[in-house]
């Protein structure tokens, strides 16, 4: 069973920093775009950075300069390193990515996120 596991979420302080890490488990065959997503109570999901298995990412306006996105293909992992925290990105972050398992068609798979709270 494939799946992707947030975590480093938390609480902390405008200014801050935080790193959140995103694991695939499971056998897989591929990994191709992986993204950060998030959401805060009543509004959508948005789409916070992405970055293809080349490396290219993209930003959301919001975020760009303050965030990272990053991948590791061989530990199977994505992260988004987080810094001059406002406390405008508090939310729920989910790590989304499109997978291809051994037999099966890609597909995109979802975390069950992480909190990420900024305190003002």
């Known amino acids: 069973q494939v799946q992707l596991v947030e975590s480093g979420g938390g609480l902390v302080q405008a200014g801050g920093s935080l790193r959140l890490s995103c694991a695939v488990s499971?056998?897989?065959?591929?990994?191709?775009?992986m993204g950060w997503y998030r959401q805060v109570p009543g509004k959508e999901r948005e789409l916070v950075a992405t970055?293809?298995?080349?490396?290219?990412?993209n930003y959301a306006d919001s975020v760009k300069g303050r965030f990272t996105i990053s991948r590791d293909n061989a530990k199977k992992m994505v992260y988004l390193q987080m810094n001059s925290l406002e406390p405008e990105d508090t939310a729920v972050y989910y790590c989304?990515?499109?997978?291809?398992?051994?037999?099966?068609?890609?597909?995109?798979?979802w975390g069950q996120g992480t909190q990420v709270t900024v305190s003002a």
């Open positions: 989304t990515g499109t997978l291809t398992a051994y037999g099966q068609l890609p597909k995109d798979y």
């Open positions: 499971g056998t897989i065959f591929s990994i191709n775009g």
């Open positions: 970055v293809t298995r080349g490396g290219s990412t």
